[in-house]
């Protein structure tokens, strides 16, 4: 089915770096989602947004709802060798059929104490 | 947020035989989903579990080799059915916590097929 375009695919930092990944896509969301997922885990919900141009943080994670809707970013600050995982975006539409996550393809974050 | 328990949480079957995959939500939810995640990779929607009625499949898959119930609004099973190797993946159960357009996870299935 249709897929997000995130970006990275994967990182490789050192802890105390800042960090940013993004969504992209070719059609307007309603809601945005970012979702975590460590390994043999669920994806653990961050951050929603809902509002085009929302800016929303989360301790020390940020994400913004493009305003042109087809876009979100997620940033961390001073990563912490926890943050390690898989971090995905999800896009849904609102109305009728349009109830359906689309998610990106995922984002693996590894950070070297 | 809504906290979802999925049983068993995994598995190991032979080819041929079917599984039964659990999932509990403790507060009111309106939707509930079930999902794939093959290795390495991101999560496929299989099928929206409505209450009380048939699921609403997604292309690539069907009710015979995934039935689903899901007999009240917070209790759904899904179960895979004459697995076969390629049926080796995570199962994830999802649901909208009621009011929000939020979408929450269970802990996930990791089912083997030999």
């Known amino acids: 089915g249709q897929q997000l375009n995130q970006s990275p695919q994967s990182m490789f930092i050192q802890e105390g770096e800042d960090v940013s990944m993004n969504c992209t896509s070719s059609?307007?969301?309603?809601?945005w989602l970012w979702y975590k997922q460590d390994p043999g885990e669920g994806p653990v919900l961050l951050i929603a947004l809902y509002k085009a141009g929302e800016l929303t943080s989360n301790g020390r994670l940020t994400a913004q709802f493009g305003i042109t809707r087809k876009d979100s970013f997620l940033n961390i600050s001073a990563s912490i060798p926890s943050d390690v995982g898989i971090y995905f975006c999800?896009?849904?539409?609102?109305?009728?059929?349009?109830?359906?996550?689309?998610f990106g393809k995922g984002t693996l974050l590894t950070v070297n104490p | 947020s809504a906290v979802i328990s999925q049983k068993p949480s995994r598995d190991i079957c032979q080819r041929g035989t079917s599984l039964t995959i659990q999932c509990q939500v403790d507060?009111?939810?309106?939707?509930m989903f079930w999902y794939r995640q093959q290795p390495g990779q991101s999560l496929t929607l299989i099928a929206t579990a409505n209450q009380g009625s048939e699921a609403t499949y997604e292309s690539g898959f069907v009710i015979d080799k995934f039935p689903i119930s899901r007999p009240n609004l917070t209790f759904s099973t899904l179960t895979v059915s004459n697995m076969s190797p390629e049926d080796s993946s995570i199962y994830l159960c999802?649901?909208?916590?009621?009011?929000?357009?939020?979408?929450?996870f269970g802990p996930g299935t990791r089912l083997t097929v030999l």
């Open positions: 059609s307007i969301f309603n809601t």
């Open positions: 999802s649901a909208d916590r009621i009011g929000t357009d939020t979408q929450y």
């Open positions: 999800a896009g849904r539409r609102s109305g009728g059929s349009n109830y359906k996550l689309t």
């Open positions: 507060s009111q939810v309106t939707m």
